[in-house]
């Protein structure tokens, strides 16, 4: 049955990572009078995801922390790297379970009574109405002053046609078999037919842990292939050890430098989250860019009633993805041993610091210098766009 229609100072479609990120940052300091809307299309929520990232020990999230290494470790398949422990106060890889957020999230919106969450409701239509926006769902019309937009972009069609695609599953066993002080980001790295995969662990426990199988890959790799691989993986890492498996994790997360916003102007519609540029091309972490923003973006829309997008990336991190992601597409034998001579040449701080964008020039620099020369010199083309025009060789006048 559809509802009357109700006028909203703003509406966030999409109760994700970013939507709901950025209503907990919107309440925190809105006026009871503000009022703010919720649209989710899942009608309840569940563990989904498993959100990682460096990070010192306080922050606005970390009660919600359930698991923090203080080292982390990369391997090609017949050679292994492991970094030191990280002392205290540096940046350690925490983790926090979707439905830790999730929940969190909602008891705090149902604290602000100005706050409404509509779950189970799909937004079909959005258009400009008046100086707003009129947006329908499948059971209500709805008005409001500015719009977020969280939904998931089309990936199709994204030029560079690289993706994470990744199968995870959280694994009990009867005996200790994980090191449960020491994160696997890339173990087992090598190519295949696909491209460049390598194992991800998350050991809770010496008994306990998330095994992802993870590709970066322009082509589609069925679900079954996967599980498949996933199985073979575990056999080799359990040493034939039967294993129970609680839950199954799957994404698929495109890497491209095109969502990103090259000239963000504050505006009363925007699109956010993976939507809207946040995930970072060559890594396919998000979760910390989109709290950067979210934070941004409520303090906008409070003080102006316009909404922020994503910053634009800086041109030395596009112009290093770009020619990252060219590597990975036309030479994935190649990737392998690129990672691994970077975790080699890394001290495990600078390695986060690049990977969580906390790196200074000098980190950059360690970065580059650890890349070998010849594979990237053939991939600068990809750069030219990148490049200032001014700055820029070019025969013509
Ligand atoms: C399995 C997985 C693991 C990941 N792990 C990490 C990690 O460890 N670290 C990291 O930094 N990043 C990680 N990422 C990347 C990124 O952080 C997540 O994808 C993050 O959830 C992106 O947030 P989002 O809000 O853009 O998308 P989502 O969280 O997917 O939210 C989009 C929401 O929009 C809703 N929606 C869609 N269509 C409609 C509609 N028509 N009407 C209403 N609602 C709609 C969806 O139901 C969904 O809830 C991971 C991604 C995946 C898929």
């Not at 503000?34 to 989710?40: D, F, G, Q």
């Not at 947006?135 to 199709?156: G, M």
């Not at 909404?307 to 990336?313: K, R, S, T």
């Not at 490049?387 to 060789?393: A, D, E, M, Q, Y």
Request: glycine share 6%; hydrophobic share 40%.
């Amino acid at each position: 049955m559809h509802q009357a229609a109700a006028a909203f100072d703003l509406a966030i479609i999409g109760g994700g990572c970013a939507g709901l990120m950025l209503a907990h940052y919107v309440v925190q300091h809105a006026s009871p009078l503000m009022r703010i809307l919720l649209l989710e299309s899942r009608t309840h929520y569940t563990r989904d995801k498993t959100w990682c990232f460096w990070q010192e020990d306080n922050h606005d999230f970390s009660d919600l922390v359930q698991h923090r290494w203080q080292q982390w470790a990369f391997g090609l398949q017949d050679q292994s790297h492991e970094s030191q422990h990280t002392q205290s106060g540096a940046l350690s890889y925490q983790c926090i379970p979707s439905e830790v957020f999730y929940n969190a999230m909602q008891t705090h919106l149902s604290q602000h009574p100005n706050c409404t969450v509509m779950l189970g409701t799909n937004l079909t239509h959005c258009q400009a109405h008046d100086n707003g926006y009129c947006l329908q769902t499948n059971s209500a019309t709805v008005y409001a002053n500015a719009v977020v937009d969280t939904r998931p972009p089309d990936a199709a069609g994204l030029h560079e046609g690289l993706q994470q695609v990744f199968l995870g599953y959280e694994v009990r066993t009867a005996t200790p078999v994980f090191a449960a002080d020491r994160a696997g980001l890339m173990q087992g790295m090598s190519c295949d037919e696909y491209g460049f995969r390598f194992t991800y662990t998350l050991p809770f426990s010496a008994t306990h842990a998330l095994v992802e199988e993870t590709r970066f890959t322009p082509h589609a790799v069925p679900l079954l292939t996967l599980r498949q691989m996933l199985a073979q993986t575990l056999q080799q890492r359990l040493n034939g050890q039967a294993f129970h498996v609680e839950r199954e994790e799957y994404g698929c997360i495109p890497m491209t430098t095109q969502l990103a916003n090259t000239a963000p102007q504050p505006a009363t519609y925007v699109r956010a989250g993976t939507g809207g540029g946040a995930v970072r091309a060559a890594s396919g972490y998000a979760f910390q860019r989109i709290q950067g923003w979210a934070q941004a973006c409520a303090r906008e829309f409070l003080r102006t009633g316009l909404l922020l997008p994503h910053p634009p990336e800086p041109r030395w991190r596009q112009a290093m993805d770009a020619v990252f992601l060219e590597v990975l597409r036309t030479r994935p034998t190649l990737t392998p041993s690129l990672f691994m001579r970077m975790a080699q040449a890394l001290d495990d701080q600078t390695f986060a610091r690049f990977l969580s964008e906390k790196a200074s020039a000098a980190d950059v620099l360690q970065v580059i210098r650890a890349m070998p020369t010849l594979p990237f010199i053939r991939a600068l083309p990809v750069l030219l766009p990148t490049i200032p025009r001014g700055l820029r060789w070019t025969s013509a006048p």
